[in-house]
């Protein structure tokens, strides 16, 4: 397995990279690979105040639905559009589509997250 090490990995499938101010957050390859191919992504609601582990949105397949957790605390920013048309955009490159984008109340707190070596020992 090939993680991107620009990136940090929450042992729930989700990864962040911060970009500036915010951070983007999307599911890893191997969360999708587990879901199959994905129907839905969503019940994003930007504006939402979360906690680290809350639950920010859901991806559902064909075959199962998942809770998409906040990786910080922050505000929720943004949701992907385009993922309301093209939910399987994450199928064909998890790492480079992301779902939502959250503004941390402490970007240092990525630093708690696991890396790539990290994350790959968990599975």
Same mark, same amino acid.
């Given at each position: ?14 990864? +962040?990279?911060? !970009?500036?101010?915010?951070? =983007?957050? #999307? ?5 999708? $690979?587990? &879901?199959? %191919? ?25 075959? +199962?639905?998942? !809770?998409?957790?906040?990786? =910080?605390? #922050? ?5 992907? $559009?385009? &993922?309301? %048309? ?28 696991? !890396? ?8």
């Amino acid at each position: 397995m090939s993680l991107p090490t620009d990136r940090k990995y929450v042992a729930s499938h989700e990864w +962040a990279r911060l !970009d500036g101010d915010l951070v =983007v957050v #999307g599911i890893t390859d191997n969360a999708q $690979e587990q &879901l199959g %191919d994905l129907v839905y992504v969503g019940d994003v609601n930007v504006g939402a105040e979360l906690q680290a582990g809350e639950v920010a949105g859901v991806v559902e397949s064909v075959k +199962a639905a998942s !809770d998409i957790y906040a990786p =910080v605390a #922050g505000e929720v920013v943004e949701f992907n $559009e385009a &993922l309301n %048309d093209e939910p399987n955009l994450i199928n064909d490159a998890p790492y480079d589509t992301w779902i939502f984008k959250i503004k941390p109340v402490n970007p240092a707190d990525l630093d708690d997250l696991l !890396d790539a070596a990290g994350y790959e020992a968990s599975l």
